[in-house]
């Protein structure tokens, strides 16, 4: 809803994403705080942001698939896992970061394409099980091909490089994680407003119509498979850098679940909502570690609990979402802004 | 020859436990149009309810495995109206959602009552084997089996001359005629999910007793029956056993063959090599009912 009296005198503005300088001006502060946190941040919250930033990566891609494609995919954490483990072998070979990201990210960009095949031809539930098989075959891959993964083992990832700038600390690697999510937390802002990203919103809200207008659909969905699975391949890549060590039991078919719970509960075809999610399902456990040690004195047997009560908590989040809140913390975002805009006046 | 012979023995039971957790999924499925993710949930559930009855109250197996089943119904009921329930015409990715965040919370009630470490099954059947030709059986496979079949039949009939099971066929076709027919659709799905659960349990229970044990991995048997439901057609029982059949003897035979080519988990990998191969081929499995849709 646009605000009273706010007017648009020039296309540039109209299409402007940030479009009022309080806007600006508060994500141009928020930016100015983030460079500061590893100034002062303790190195285990250093441990959650940045697992924070691969995760909006890797919800955004997801995002990109499911929520703005319609295609759903469980096979996102393999396409994950692929990223990981190219950055991996690539990184042993001693290149730098700025050579082994992207080449991780196309590379998991084919891999997904591969894969996005059967979409031609199946939809929904059969899409999801075709995209699970990916995911136990990837898997299948990862833990025999045992020169370039490790195998069971795993492999180490060395620090990521830059002629004599190496990223060994969660610090250092803080800065890389944003600084990308930042330019394609942006990119995707901008896709959707191309003939591109206007394809895949047409594919997902009647694939039959969008044929009739002339959207090639084999050839989009691929392109969003692609783009998805680009996404996904960097959020991995990231991964292997700030872990330093990655093994198949670092994508279990139960990351691929985390990943749909975000975009749900964040909010499906959302940048915004993407980011929500990502941050709700990544803080969860951390709000719930912080919980359980405060009423330790209280219920010590709580600690005990403590995976079973993640777990539970994780399962009944999305439960509660998908039955009181199905557009997601996006949705109920724009209801409170909408809420306090007309404050007062609201009838 | 042996070799071969223990390998589809082995497949066949193996199949058969499937079948029997698909014929939960076909159920569902086939009233309701969900795909529960949450079935291997049901089967952990199910195997640890009776476990803890036996071992708490010292009542016969019988008896116990009565009140299991009698939860399992009731837990069904209780999924079903809870959570289901509001689901009801919402997009497929939401209900699959939905029965996964159910798994997950199935999952954390298990871990939290029981912990995580392996817990000793009864022996139920005797341990002794029995012999069928050259090949040694345990009788707990045979028992499995049988159970399989004696189930089947039932569903079979169920579903062929019952008022109920007639109406559930009419609910699966079309909700809206079944409504103006005069059957309560609510009260179908109510019992298409107690059905599950309790076929579910049944197959925890004889999956417990065959393993002589029961951990959180007996739940990963609800993903490894997705393959089963695809190949065997999601809306046939039937398609569920033969599906389960099939799936179990090629698992086990590409396990025993080829395992030492590649140097081991082909069995893990190979249901869902087929899966892929058949959704390319004949997404609607072999008895599955066609819809023809193009894009």
């Known amino acids: 809803m646009i605000r009273c009296g706010d007017f648009k005198t020039s296309y540039a503005k109209d299409m402007a994403i940030f479009n009022s300088g309080l806007a600006r001006c508060s994500l141009a502060l928020f930016l100015l705080v983030l460079l500061a946190v590893p100034l002062y941040a303790t190195s285990y919250w250093m441990d959650v942001l940045n697992r924070v930033g691969i995760a909006i990566i890797g919800a955004l891609g997801l995002n990109i698939l499911t929520g703005f494609t319609g295609q759903i995919s469980l096979g996102n954490a393999a396409f994950m896992a692929t990223g990981a483990y190219s950055t991996a072998y690539l990184a042993s070979l001693g290149l730098p970061f700025v050579i082994t990201i992207p080449l991780s990210g196309i590379l998991t960009a084919v891999v997904g394409m591969i894969f996005g095949v059967p979409s031609l031809r199946l939809k929904g539930l059969y899409l999801a099980m075709a995209t699970?098989?990916?995911?136990?075959?990837?898997?299948?891959?990862?833990?025999?091909?045992?020169?370039?993964?490790?195998?069971?083992?795993?492999?180490?990832?060395?620090?990521?490089?830059?002629?004599?700038?190496?990223?060994?600390?969660?610090?250092?690697?803080?800065?890389?994680?944003?600084?990308?999510?930042?330019?394609?937390?942006?990119?995707?802002?901008?896709?959707?407003?191309?003939?591109?990203?206007?394809?895949?919103v047409a594919i997902r809200d009647q694939d039959i119509s969008a044929e009739v207008m002339g959207v090639n659909l084999f050839k989009y969905k691929l392109m969003s498979f692609g783009v998805s699975s680009f996404y996904l391949g960097v959020a991995g890549s990231l991964l292997a850098y700030q872990a330093k060590y990655i093994s198949p039991e670092n994508f279990p078919i139960t990351l691929a679940i985390d990943y749909l719970a975000m975009i749900i509960i964040g909010g499906m075809g959302s940048i915004l909502g993407s980011i929500l999610g990502a941050l709700f399902i990544t803080g969860l456990p951390e709000a719930l570690r912080l919980a359980t040690s405060v009423l330790n004195d209280v219920f010590p047997a709580l600690v005990g609990l403590f995976a079973s009560l993640k777990l539970g908590v994780f399962g009944l989040a999305i439960v509660l979402f998908l039955i009181f809140e199905p557009d997601g913390m996006a949705a109920r975002w724009r209801k409170i802004k909408t809420y306090w805009r007309l404050y007062h006046f609201s009838h | 020859m042996d070799f071969f012979l223990q390998l589809l023995l082995n497949g066949v039971v193996v199949g058969s436990i499937y079948a029997l957790v698909g014929m939960g999924f076909v159920i569902i499925f086939k009233s309701t149009s969900v795909l529960n993710f949450a079935q291997g949930e049901f089967l952990l559930l199910g195997a640890y309810i009776s476990l803890a009855i036996t071992t708490s109250c010292k009542i016969p197996f019988f008896a116990a495995m009565l009140l299991t089943l009698a939860f399992a119904v009731l837990l069904g009921i209780a999924i079903e109206r809870l959570i289901l329930r509001p689901m009801i015409g919402k997009p497929v990715i939401s209900i699959i959602m939905?029965?996964?965040?159910?798994?997950?919370?199935?999952?954390?009630?298990?871990?939290g009552i029981w912990g995580t470490d392996t817990r000793p099954f009864e022996e139920i059947f005797p341990a002794a084997p029995v012999r069928i030709g050259p090949v040694p059986v345990s009788q707990a496979y045979l028992w499995s089996i049988g159970c399989v079949v004696v189930l089947l039949l039932l569903f079979s009939l169920f579903f062929k001359y019952t008022r109920t099971g007639i109406a559930m066929r009419a609910t699966a076709f079309s909700q809206r005629i079944a409504l103006s027919m005069g059957i309560s659709v609510r009260f179908m799905f109510a019992l298409a999910w107690a059905m599950a659960a309790l076929v579910s349990a049944i197959g925890g229970i004889l999956l417990g007793a065959i393993r002589t044990g029961v951990d959180a991995s007996l739940a990963l048997i609800g993903l490894k029956v997705i393959p089963v439901v695809i190949l065997g057609g999601l809306d046939s029982i039937p398609g569920a056993i033969v599906g389960g059949l099939l799936i179990g003897v090629l698992e086990n035979l590409a396990g025993g063959y080829l395992d030492t080519l590649v140097g081991g988990g082909i069995k893990e990998v190979a249901p869902f090599v087929i899966l892929v191969t058949i959704l390319m081929i004949k997404p609607h499995g072999l008895f599955g009912k066609v819809h023809i849709q193009r894009v």
Not at chain 1, 159 to 187: E, H, P, Q, T
């Open chain 1, 132 to 200: 699970l098989a990916a995911h136990f075959i990837i898997e299948f891959g990862v833990t025999h091909w045992n020169s370039v993964t490790g195998g069971v083992n795993g492999t180490s990832v060395p620090a990521a490089s830059l002629f004599a700038l190496k990223l060994d600390s969660d610090g250092k690697v803080f800065y890389l994680i944003f600084s990308l999510m930042f330019f394609l937390v942006l990119f995707a802002k901008n896709l959707f407003r191309t003939k591109v990203g206007k394809a895949f």
């Open chain 2, 98 to 111: 939905v029965t996964l965040g159910l798994s997950s919370i199935l999952r954390a009630i298990v871990q």
